[in-house]
């Protein structure tokens, strides 16, 4: 079995393939300082709890934007699990060519979901990911990840906007039936909901133009059926994009040995 991390800026996911199809998917809130002690005991009682021992799992992989985050990842691995995990890297053999003008600046997410939205979709396509930055990546009919754009994420437009205006509510996110809000609340909600519906549509429709042909637009994240529900312009969305990334990305490249369990400054 394979274990599968993908460490965000929120959140944290922890996922178990044997092979078939995922086993498990859990997530925790993304903490620098939490120890490899800390995930060994919590992600330790959700496999016992669905049947799978530490020894099953013989591989491991990690993808990360959070660098703080990788040293207690990896040692989780190596420490309760006896794996070196491969970590998500343009070093890598991605299958595909990362044409941009310094691949080593490309979030490790953003590769992991060309390579499994290409997989799994074809090209060329759009891949919106709505997280802590809402990221279009662009990938051409043949595979390669040609570049994108980043915009701030939902939530953190919602947060901002509170902490800056001393009158406007933190609110929660949702489709508005109206887009003329009466009152504060839902004028907040509506510029909120279908500005990024605007944001998603304008950004996908330029993409395109410049491309010069049209493109499948494939939606992630936690928000994505959200938006999807008042955009005809995703096609679809697929919440595991970035695990299945992940996944096709491990049967690329083989297990690293492992290395000495002493303390080290990774």
Request: glycine fraction near 12%; aromatic fraction near 8%; include cysteine.
């Amino acid at each position: 079995m394979k274990l599968v991390i993908d460490a965000g800026n929120t959140n944290i996911v922890f996922a178990v393939h044997d092979g078939t199809a995922w086993r498990g998917i859990w997530r925790i809130a993304t903490d620098a300082q939490r120890t490899s002690d800390e995930y060994g005991v919590w992600l330790g009682f959700l496999l016992e709890r669905n049947g799978i021992a530490n020894g099953d799992l013989r591989m491991a992989i990690i993808g990360t934007v959070v660098p703080a985050a990788l040293y207690h990842l990896r040692r989780l691995c190596r420490d309760w699990f006896g794996i070196e995990p491969l970590v998500a890297s343009a070093a890598l053999d991605w299958g595909f060519t990362i044409d941009v003008d310094n691949p080593n600046e490309v979030g490790a997410d953003r590769l992991l979901n060309a390579l499994a939205a290409h997989q799994t979709y074809g090209g060329p396509l759009i891949v919106v990911d709505f997280g802590t930055a809402t990221t279009f990546d662009v990938v051409d009919q043949s595979g390669a990840y040609i570049g994108g754009a980043i915009a701030p994420g939902i939530n953190l437009s919602v947060e901002a906007l509170h902490q800056a205006a001393a009158r406007l509510p933190r609110i929660g996110i949702g489709r508005p039936q109206r887009v003329i809000g009466t009152s504060t609340i839902p004028a907040m909600r509506s510029g909120i909901y279908w500005g990024y519906v605007g944001l998603v549509e304008g950004l996908i429709t330029r993409i395109e133009a410049e491309y010069g042909r049209p493109m499948k637009t494939i939606a992630t994240g936690g928000l994505a059926p959200l938006i999807a529900e008042g955009s005809s312009r995703i096609e679809r969305t697929d919440p595991d994009l970035t695990l299945e990334g992940l996944r096709l990305l491990s049967l690329r490249n083989p297990a690293p040995p492992l290395r000495n369990r002493e303390p080290d400054n990774d």
